[in-house]
C-alpha cells in the first residue's frame, strides 16, 4: 500500500508563501509505486466539502489548478524523492484549510474526481490570518 504523509502547513499572514510536501512511500502488491500514481492536493475548510485544488499526472507532467488559487499556486512532483508538492504564494485567509494529499491510477492524465483516489494522507493544516 502506499502511504502519503503531509508536511509544510502553518500559520501565516496574508501574502505570505507556504510549500506544502507529501511523502509517498511504500508499494502496492502489484508493484505500483509513487511514480506510477496521479496525485492531486484537495482542501477542506470548517463546514465545507473537499475541494480539489491541483493534480498532476504520474506521466508527461500535466497539471490541473482550480480556477481559485490559479497564478498562485503550482503544483509538482519529484519521482526520484517521490514527493510532490504545493507551492502557494500570496496566501489569502480563504485559502485556510485542511490540506490533503492523495494518489489515484493514472499515466497521462490528471484526475479530477476525489473518487478516483486510492490512497490519502492525514492532511496538514494550513491557517491564513489577515
Known amino acids: 500500500q502506499l502511504q502519503p504523509v503531509e508536511s509544510g502547513g502553518g500559520l501565516v499572514q496574508a501574502g505570505d508563501s507556504l510549500r506544502l510536501s507529501c511523502l509517498v512511500s511504500g508499494r502496492t502488491p502489484s508493484g505500483r509505486t509513487f511514480s506510477n500514481y496521479g496525485m492531486g492536493w484537495f482542501r477542506q475548510a470548517p463546514g465545507k466539502e473537499r475541494e480539489l485544488v491541483a493534480a498532476i499526472s504520474a506521466i508527461g507532467g500535466r497539471t490541473y489548478v482550480t480556477n481559485s488559487v490559479k497564478g498562485r499556486f503550482t503544483i509538482s512532483r519529484d519521482n526520484g524523492k517521490n514527493t510532490l508538492y504545493l507551492q502557494m504564494v500570496s496566501l489569502k485567509p480563504e485559502d485556510t484549510a485542511v490540506y490533503y494529499c492523495?494518489?489515484?491510477?493514472?499515466?497521462?492524465?490528471?484526475?479530477?474526481?476525489?473518487?478516483?483516489?486510492?490512497?490519502w494522507g492525514q492532511g496538514t493544516q494550513v491557517t491564513v490570518s489577515s
Open positions: 492523495a494518489a489515484g491510477q493514472s499515466d497521462n492524465y490528471y484526475l479530477l474526481n476525489a473518487g478516483a483516489y486510492d490512497y
